[in-house]
């Protein structure tokens, strides 16, 4: 669980200050321009490598569930690249080996179901 964990931690990161000012009904109407016009200096793009590039993966095996984790959300979804950092030949050898991986029931297609 420590891999997903670092993966949420990305996912909150963008989403602290949309949050915070969603309250008030007056910075609803002015934020759609102010994020393009105005940059507020937090949003600094981060440079990510892709991990498979830095250890030479040619292909990604889909049973490799432990690696596939990393690149899906805690609700079962691929995580976009910008989160993950993938490069894009890796991101869509990913994209793939979770499809696989979720045909043969090795990934789930969606969050938990309980039942109650
Ligand atoms: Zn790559």
Redesign the pocket.
């Known amino acids: 669980m420590t891999e997903n964990n670092l993966i949420d931690d990305l996912e909150n990161d963008d989403d602290l200050e949309d949050d915070d000012q969603e309250g008030s009904p007056d910075s609803r109407s002015s934020r759609g321009r102010s994020r393009g016009a105005a940059p507020r200096g937090r949003r600094y793009r981060r440079v990510k490598i ?5 250890d030479r ?1 040619e292909s990604i095996d889909y049973k490799d569930i432990d690696t596939l984790n990393r690149y899906v959300s805690n609700r079962g979804k691929i995580l976009p690249r910008r989160q993950t950092g ?6 869509r050898a990913v994209a793939n080996a979770v499809k696989r991986a979720r045909h043969v029931a090795l990934l789930p297609f969606s969050g938990k179901h309980t039942l109650d």
């Open positions: 892709c991990n498979f590039c830095v993966v993938a490069c894009a030949k890796h991101q």
